[in-house]
């Protein structure tokens, strides 16, 4: 039954997402009314330029003035969905100061100015909902504020970016180069025409700076996180992976150090190909969880697309709408544990180690001690090749990224060490 009260909406911005959200919050307006408790009526859609194409939005609804949506005391509830840094965080603290509870999907923005928001709609005593920001369909933020609020998580580890997964996806079944792999990705528009954020991992960061802050119940930026991106993985790496059993994957990692501080990082990684997250493929996205009580999860879908991430959306929309009904606010980001953010050095993991050497009498014993002499202990070592083509792959036990840096450094020094082809962390059991 049709409640008799009434929230209005207002959206800003109407590309990919936006479009979608619009048409399945009109073309499903009576489910989400009734699941919301109030008529769910989107009264405004702002976009820069209304009459740059068909929005598929009515004509009465349409407007190019974004302040208009966000100061119009009929509007009770906004959905951003601009994108980028700003106007969207002045209309976001506008709208929170107005009294508006606000949905959005803006990782770059919460990444960057989370404490600010988040400390605005407390002040406003307003909702501020982002579950769309990350890892886009799936609900990942929700079960990390709300469900695991019980438990201890000990470390997250995601797929969070889709475009950079399809390439590496593609070079591990095809053995194809990087920039092959990127030139299809376009082409089938999973990547973007200039693809640096995907590929050198700041959408990933965004995102992991997301997820830290409120897995470990402090406040993470994107500045926080240590980046490296996929555009030097080679196809050699990808073969040499396979022939080990593993896959190499853009993982966006969080975890705590032995002394108490948060290690965020996103980088290329191996891991086993019987780890559940080297199953997700293409543009997939997931989230692998290890929490003290709950043990292991893995939480996967799209992470990106029009549809996918309106579903998000609307769920947030549907839930600061109940709240706001019922008087009350929804549970927040929590910072009391206010950790350190730890330097990448400090950050432990193994590691394996290409190099090009000669395939002399010494060899072997003199990188064997560089290793030695950095306190990094090595698990395996096979090689391949003869003469000036030998090629060493060195698997260490798990090592401090600070000594693995200056053995790497050392190693290059060597006379027998012709090039360091290739240093990749590996994670989790192989
Ligand atoms: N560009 C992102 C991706 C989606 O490739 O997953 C938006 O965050």
New binding site residues.
């Given amino acids: 039954m049709m409640s008799s009260k009434t929230l209005k909406i207002g959206v800003l911005g109407c590309g990919v997402v936006g479009s979608q959200v619009v048409r399945l919050l009109l073309a499903n307006k009576a489910d989400l009314s009734t699941r919301a408790g109030a008529n769910l009526q989107l009264v405004k859609v702002a976009v820069r330029n209304p009459k740059s194409k068909n929005y598929g939005v009515p004509d009465e609804l349409l407007t190019s003035d974004l302040k208009s949506v966000v100061s119009d005391p009929q509007v009770d509830l906004i959905v951003e969905l601009l994108g980028g840094i700003e106007p969207a965080r002045e209309l976001i603290l506008t709208a929170l100061k107005n009294g508006k509870s606000v949905v959005t999907a803006n990782?770059a923005l919460l990444a960057k100015h989370g404490a600010e928001l988040y400390a605005a709609a407390d002040n406003a005593n307003v909702d501020l909902y982002y579950e769309a920001a990350v890892a886009g369909a799936i609900p990942i933020l929700r079960p990390l504020r709300e469900s695991l609020v019980g438990d201890q998580v000990l470390k997250v580890m995601g797929i969070v970016?889709?475009?950079t997964n399809y390439i590496l996806t593609k070079m591990d079944e095809n053995g194809a180069a990087f920039e092959d792999a990127l030139r299809e990705a376009q082409k089938l528009g999973f990547a973007e025409a200039d693809p640096t954020a995907?590929v050198e991992g700041g959408?990933a960061a965004a995102k992991a700076a997301i997820l830290a802050g409120l897995a470990f119940h402090s406040r993470v930026t994107d500045l926080d996180v240590y980046k490296e991106g996929i555009s030097k993985i080679t196809a050699t790496d990808v073969k040499v992976a396979k022939a080990m059993d593993l896959v190499i994957k853009l993982l966006a990692i969080a975890d705590v150090t032995n002394d108490g501080a948060i290690a965020v990082r996103v980088h290329p990684a191996l891991i086993s190909r019987a780890h559940p997250l080297a199953s997700v493929r293409d543009s997939y996205n997931a989230v692998f969880v290890e929490s003290a009580s709950a043990g292991q999860m893995m939480f996967y879908g799209r992470?990106?697309g029009g549809e996918p991430t309106a579903s998000a959306i609307l769920g947030d929309l549907v839930a600061v709408a109940r709240n706001k009904l019922s008087g009350g606010l929804g549970p927040r980001e929590s910072d009391y544990a206010d950790l350190k953010i730890a330097k990448i050095g400090d950050t432990q993991t193994r590691y394996l180690i290409r190099l090009n050497v000669a395939d002399k009498p010494g060899v072997l014993e003199s990188v064997a001690h560089v290793f030695a002499s950095n306190q990094v202990s090595i698990q395996t070592v096979r090689q391949s090749g003869a003469g000036d083509k030998a090629e060493l792959i060195v698997m260490t036990h798990i090592s401090k990224e600070s000594a693995l840096s200056a053995t790497v450094k050392d190693l290059s020094k060597l006379d027998s060490v012709t090039d360091v082809a290739s240093v990749l962390r590996v994670e989790g059991e192989i």
């Fill in positions: 990782k970016n889709g475009t995907d959408d992470g990106a």
